[in-house]
């Protein structure tokens, strides 16, 4: 079997290794082109390029997939059946319908929960207790399609954005290997999914997002905080700086004094306890604009905080 392959980020490249490493021919990666990083700004190619070119396979980095010269660099291929995994782009109709075996997706959600491009850190920022991945029969909808396979993994209570991706891009390869014999023989039966997602659009997420608001309750910016690392970080401001948090609890007891949202309150064992909209939030590890990261106790033996605040937000 021909197969092209879509993906970008470290999520994707993972299960394009698994296909590869199962012994698939993989007629050609595509997906997005260079993109400029770092101070210098000089372009630098996505895990999927990286893994592709030492892997020896043809790479194809559109601007636009939709395009038509681009959908006939694919057709032209003549791929049997096409595997997307966090591409980053909405694949047209004219592309979907190319290969006998249709497009399939794996996306890091249980379908029809967590459309959308970032399902891994809002399912932390619900406090949800289990995920998964799913296999998707692509269609013209955006995660719309019907579903071939999923498999379930519980969401631990200290989890991360970045510890749940990794396990999730593990899970989405494993269940991609096991499914494609069956897509082939014809033994999986699409499931449709309702019109309606079970919950709110996953959308992408943006550096700003990251940014903490002190009249939320403990609880949800202690999940923020897990689902935002290690992108796009949570973060607050202090003395007009900013201040990354890396990890936090909600507190189990009063405060000594009481604190508004955004008070802080050090503690002499080396903790921050900080007021919010309900509920108060110990500092566990924290990063000042410029500087490393840092326990808060190292972090309070150089500098000298009383009955300050941070932003609100």
């Known amino acids: 079997m021909k197969i092209v392959f879509m993906g970008t980020p470290d999520f994707a490249a993972g299960i394009l290794a698994a296909v590869l490493d199962a012994g698939y021919e993989v007629a050609a990666a595509v997906t997005q082109p260079d993109r400029p990083k770092g101070r210098k700004k000089e372009p630098v190619p996505c895990p999927v390029k990286e893994l592709a070119v030492m892997r020896g396979i043809p790479v194809l980095t559109p601007e636009r997939v939709r395009r038509p010269e681009e959908v006939a660099k694919i057709r032209e291929l003549a791929p049997d059946i096409i595997l997307v995994a966090a591409f980053g782009q909405i694949l047209p109709k004219e592309l979907l319908e190319i290969p006998r075996f249709g497009c399939l997706n794996v996306h890091a959600s249980l379908l029809p929960a967590y459309r959308g491009a970032a399902p891994i850190q809002h399912a932390i920022l619900d406090g949800m207790t289990e995920t998964g991945v799913t296999i998707m029969q692509m269609d013209e909808g955006l995660d719309t399609g019907a579903i071939l396979a999923q498999k379930v993994i519980p969401i631990a209570k200290d989890e991360t954005g970045g510890s749940l991706f990794d396990k999730l891009a593990a899970l989405g390869a494993e269940l991609l290997v096991e499914s494609l014999p069956k897509v082939f023989a014809g033994e999986l039966v699409p499931v449709p999914q309702p019109k309606e997602s079970t919950t709110a659009y996953a959308a ?89 990261r840092m326990s808060t106790a190292e972090f309070l033996r ?8 941070f932003d609100i937000g």
Request: a negative charge; aromatic letters at 6%; one cysteine or more.
């Open 302 to 309: 150089g500098h000298k905080i009383g009955r300050d605040a």
């Open 204 to 292: 992408m997420l943006k550096k700003e997002d990251g940014h903490i608001n002190w009249m939320e309750s403990a609880a949800v910016i202690e999940r923020k905080i897990r689902a935002f690392s290690p992108w796009p970080g949570a973060y607050t401001s202090l003395a007009g700086k900013n201040l990354r948090i890396w990890q936090a609890e909600v507190s189990e007891e009063a405060p000594i004094v009481s604190l508004l949202p955004g008070e802080i309150l050090p503690h002499p064992e080396g903790l921050l306890t900080v007021g919010t909209g309900d509920g108060c939030l110990i500092l566990k590890e924290i990063q000042m604009e410029g500087k490393r």
